[in-house]
């Protein structure tokens, strides 16, 4: 029997669901708490200065419209997709298709962006000047966690929630350390509160879209809970609930680290992490600290931080391939699950050997922006299908999707040209692979 015989006359393989309330929680946790928290407050820090803390209160904003979309719209359709799927029911398949690739794109280049900085505290902890081998380490990094999610969400939840305890220890230490450091300083790291680059010559208001919109990406890692919702126990309730327990967290997180790190340290600390060079900007700025050892710590949670970015990113991006491959939207191979029910393991490695090959690519800068253009696109189709959703499934007013859908098409174009030009040719890219599939369907079943 052919693979659209077999679709269309039997019901694809469904996962088990493993995740509780607290295991949602910490996989959101283990997917926002990483590359945002010691990586690209950097970048930001470096385009507009201390007022990336502005940036960062902006963007949570935005991403709290999101995240209220991506609840309601997961616990009324709790399936692997996330929004993929929610584009196929509520608008068109077009729509869905485009979010759908769009989110592999964007979370792709997210995996490769935490594998590099992984490598870059990783040889900052261990003292080694050699650039060369941050590649190298990335690469090894994400092969080695692919090998992890192929053993199944339940492992991989346990393994996270060691990850995650692990990275909040090391964060509140900073913020502590930072805090009591900020308040014995008598110099003023704040009185240039818009300055960024000596050679950008750009507006505040225009380096502060940018950085609003990289800091958005920071935050979206909530939506690992609804595309893993086919996983989650009970998911009307846990899903909600986890996400709105998980973007409360990290937010406050993110502000305590930006103010205790930009207080302390001074902005000029983050301005290099750009890739290019010092891809370590928390540890820098803890070696200022009077008490020792606190930037070893601070590494060390960053490294397992990565781990746990690198872990969830590959467990969400994993399963958007399998709805996809479920649909006929990529090879049909991507919808096999081993004989456990804990693993689409086709959809694993292949997206797997993607995050590989851009974290070969080795540039930190371009893959957070390439990032932050295409998820803010994939984030604008969930508020467009949270509006489109029957009243009767909604949980919170229109007027916040609303909101979030003109938050994330206002910011997508704020991002380097470059970024947003290679994000619309990805996505006409994927739109004539989906046309190729589609008259290859059409052709094998007449």
Sequence with gaps: MSPEARSANSPPAALRRELGPFSAVMLGLGSILGTGVFVSIGIAAGIVGPAVMLAIALAAIVATCNALSSAQLAASHPTSGGTYEYGYVYLTPTLGFAAGWMFLCAKSASAATAALGLSGYLLQLLGIDQPQWRIAIGVLAAATV?????TGVRRSSTVNTIIVTITLISLLLFVVVGLVALTQSTDQPFSHFFQGPSGDSRSAVLRMLEATALMFVAFTGYGRIATMGEEVREPE??????????????????????????????????????????????????????????????????????????????????????????RGDLPRAFERINRTGHTPFVAVLGVGLVVVGLTAIGSIKLAWSFSAFTVLVYYAITNLACIAMPRVNRLYHPALAWFGLFACLSLAFWVEPRAWIAGLSVLGAGLVLRWLFSRRRTSSLT
């Design 146 to 150: 692919v090998g992890l999610v192929l």
């Design 237 to 326: 309730r846990t899903i909600p609930r986890a996400i709105v327990t998980t973007l409360i967290v990290s937010s406050l997180l993110y502000i305590g680290v930006s103010v205790a790190g930009i207080g302390s340290a001074g902005a000029q600390v983050f301005s290099n992490s750009d890739g290019t060079g010092q891809s370590a900007p928390l540890a820098v700025a803890a070696r200022t600290f009077d008490l020792p050892g606190v930037w070893m710590v601070v590494s060390i949670g960053a490294i397992t931080a990565m781990l746990g970015v690198l872990l969830n990113l590959i467990l969400g991006l994993s399963r958007v391939a399998l709805a996809m491959g479920r």
